[in-house]
């Protein structure tokens, strides 16, 4: 039950943040259908923690476990943090796993308590 709910959420979340990130990359134009098609992959690392591709774009939620969690996988495009309790944030592992460009989004009760090289890319 509570992979389904997990599931469902990601199906939700999933759109909105590929409109962003659609929107951050085409410059605002809200008619680019390039990923309409796209091929979706979940892959479950641990509780809130999973790799998410469509297409070309990989998002990381949740990022928990430390550079070892995510061995075999692409880098993040995107990594969403959604809670600031321990099974959904880690500073140590988002320090590995976000890298230059990758587009990190967080509510503000995380980005008050991120270390300031990561807090200024959220």
Known sequence: MR???WILGALVVLPLL???????????KQDDTSMQNAPVQVIPISHA???LRLGDVVIYTDP??????????PPADIVLVT??????FS????????GQGTTLIVPQAVKDLLPENLASRA
């Not at 928990?64 to 075999?72: Q, S």
């Not at 809670?83 to 959904?88: F, K, R």
Request: glycine letters at 14%; a negative charge.
């Open 18 to 28: 590929l409109f962003a990130f659609n929107l951050s990359v085409n410059g605002g």
């Open 64 to 73: 928990t476990g430390g550079a070892e969690a995510f061995v075999g996988q």
């Open 49 to 51: 923690t999973a790799v």
């Open 83 to 88: 809670d600031i309790h321990g099974d959904h």
């Open 91 to 98: 500073t140590t592992t988002l320090a590995v796993v976000v």
């Open 3 to 5: 992979n389904t709910l």
